[in-house]
């Protein structure tokens, strides 16, 4: 019996994936096309990854340079600033808000990011929805972590827990633990996960939850 649903945020609950990608392709504009083209590629393969990871990365490999303590806080402040009104007021995942609202008696619902708790929390609570939600999760924790600590805290079994990301790296982060993964694929309907059970949107969720339900009997 599934007991406890985690989403991950961006590109699962609120369409806010693109404006991500913009902010993270204007920071390093001034450094040429082919460093925004090779951070861009990668930010997209790796949307469940921190931000302060990614930054350090594209500074060490891409420009040679070592972020500093400040830096990185300086460059990801920016960042913030760019994109946080924005995630406010991005339009929901098809279906995502309808099954929160419907659901959040029926299963526990918690959120697993890798945006900064801080800025996370400002905007669930700015978009109202924060009393759907036993816990809200961000960076720096990873995902692995979070999941890792929902289990323990409220002693769930691996087989009624489910993820739903966006990302190949929460499908590994729901893997590690051992639970459940639901992928919400891009609008094109790829799917880069693999063999696991994906969604174009939300609108499929509650009978693909049942159909784990139905495959775990």
């Known amino acids: 019996m599934i007991k406890a649903i985690i989403f991950d945020f961006d590109g699962v609950i609120v369409e806010s994936v693109n404006i991500k990608t913009e902010a993270f392709a204007e920071i390093y504009r001034s450094h040429g096309p ?9 930010h997209m393969a790796n949307w469940g990854m921190s931000r302060f990871e990614k930054f350090k990365l594209y500074h060490r490999e ?9 830096g990185l806080s300086e460059i990801t ?6 994109v946080t009104q924005k995630v406010i007021e991005a339009p929901y995942v098809k279906g995502a808000i309808e099954f929160i ?26 978009r109202k929805i924060s009393r759907y939600f036993k816990e809200i999760f961000g960076s720096p924790e990873t995902k692995s972590d979070h999941i ?23 499908k590994e982060a ?21 063999n696991c059970l994906c969604l174009p949107d939300l609108l499929g969720l509650e009978d693909t939850v049942k159909k784990i339900y139905d495959i775990s009997l």
Request: glycine share 8%; charged share 30%; net charge negative.
């Open 34 to 42: 082919k460093v925004v083209e090779r951070v861009v590629e990668h």
């Open 62 to 70: 891409l420009l040679g340079k070592k972020l500093s303590d400040d």
């Open 148 to 170: 890792r600590r929902i289990i323990r805290r409220y002693n769930y079994g691996s087989s009624e827990v489910v993820f739903i990301g966006d990302s190949v790296n929460d």
């Open 101 to 126: 609202e419907s659901n959040y008696t029926s299963f526990d619902l918690f959120i697993s990011s890798a945006t900064p708790e801080n800025e996370l929390r400002e905007i669930i609570e700015k």
């Open 77 to 82: 402040h920016q960042f913030s600033r760019m």
């Open 174 to 194: 729901a893997q590690l633990n051992g639970i459940y993964f639901i992928g919400r694929v891009d609008g094109e309907g790829k799917d880069a996960f693999g």
